[in-house]
């Protein structure tokens, strides 16, 4: 609450008004209904794998019909995963690749484009306590088609998260400012025209 609302740690400027957001990480909704309420026009969908964390979510979301909220967790592949620390606290869950089967289903970022009908993504929120590393390593084909990322990098957690990233998005092509603990990475102008004419 006080990350989200006190801090406004996600109240990053925008080149123009967002029409799509996707929440990775989206907890029990507080991040999504900041964007609702501050982009109401937005589509966003807030993705979250733990049970508890979602019963929650949709409670807290139901007021805002523009939140569609997707009980799965983000991941470069199609496949079932767990939650790696169901001891801990909720808002330290991380999710982990199985030889069985996981208890939660994994969503791609082009699957939730297809699936909303999103030509482009104005703003990826990633806060997914380590699972940004597999998710960026795997994100060539669509990474510009993200105008702004706001991302919390979990080097500490899983080492390489922060450059599996700039391996596929420059320096060169973005700009970036930190606030609190979440990188504002915004697409500069020739890359955002990129995502246009994809």
Request: net charge negative.
């Amino acid at each position: 609450m006080d990350e989200v609302f006190i801090s406004r740690e996600y109240a990053a400027p925008t080149a123009a008004a967002p029409e799509y957001i996707i929440d990775a990480g989206a907890n029990i909704g507080l991040t999504a209904i900041f964007y609702a309420i501050t982009f109401p026009e937005a589509t966003i969908i807030a993705i979250e794998p733990a049970d508890e964390n979602w019963d929650l979510l949709q409670r807290n979301a139901s007021a805002y019909p523009k939140i569609k909220p997707a009980l799965a967790a983000l991941w470069p592949t199609k496949t079932r995963v767990n939650i790696a620390n169901p001891s801990d606290a909720s808002v330290s869950f991380f999710c982990s690749e199985t030889t069985g089967a996981g208890t939660v289903q994994t969503v791609t970022v082009p699957e939730l484009m297809e699936q909303h009908e999103m030509p482009h993504i104005d703003i990826l929120k990633v806060d997914v306590e380590g699972a940004e590393k597999a998710i960026f390593s795997a994100a060539a084909p669509w990474i510009r088609k993200v105008r702004q990322f706001a991302i919390e990098f979990h080097d500490r957690k899983v080492p390489g998260c922060r450059a599996s990233f700039e391996a596929v998005v420059s320096a060169a092509e973005s700009e970036c400012f930190r606030k609190g603990q979440t990188d504002h990475i915004k697409m500069k102008i020739e890359a955002t025209r990129l995502n246009s004419d994809n």
